[in-house]
């Protein structure tokens, strides 16, 4: 899976994008859940899989904001 060593910069930025990533799915998982809330479909397995999603990935996003790692 490692090609070889990266440089500080590269790991930054990779740590980097992989955040802006993970905004993109929280967002894309938030604007499901409206589609399936106007719905009326709280109750699915749909919705409660992606309930359980937004929580995994809102826990990602705040440990990358505790060791400061976060695009300006």
């Known amino acids: 899976m490692c ?3 990266k440089t500080d910069q590269e790991r930054l930025a990779a740590y980097d ?3 802006a990533d ?3 799915e929280r967002e894309k998982v938030l604007a499901d859940l ?3 809330r106007e719905a ?3 109750k699915g397995a749909t919705y409660q899989q992606l309930l359980a999603q937004k929580l995994t ?3 990602l996003l ?3 904001e505790i060791y400061g790692i976060r695009p300006e």
């Open 17 to 19: 994008c992989m955040y």
């Open 57 to 59: 990935l809102q826990n």
């Open 34 to 36: 409206d589609r399936l």
């Open 40 to 42: 009326g479909k709280q």
């Open 22 to 24: 993970l905004i993109k």
């Open 3 to 5: 090609k070889a060593m």
């Open 62 to 64: 705040g440990r990358f």
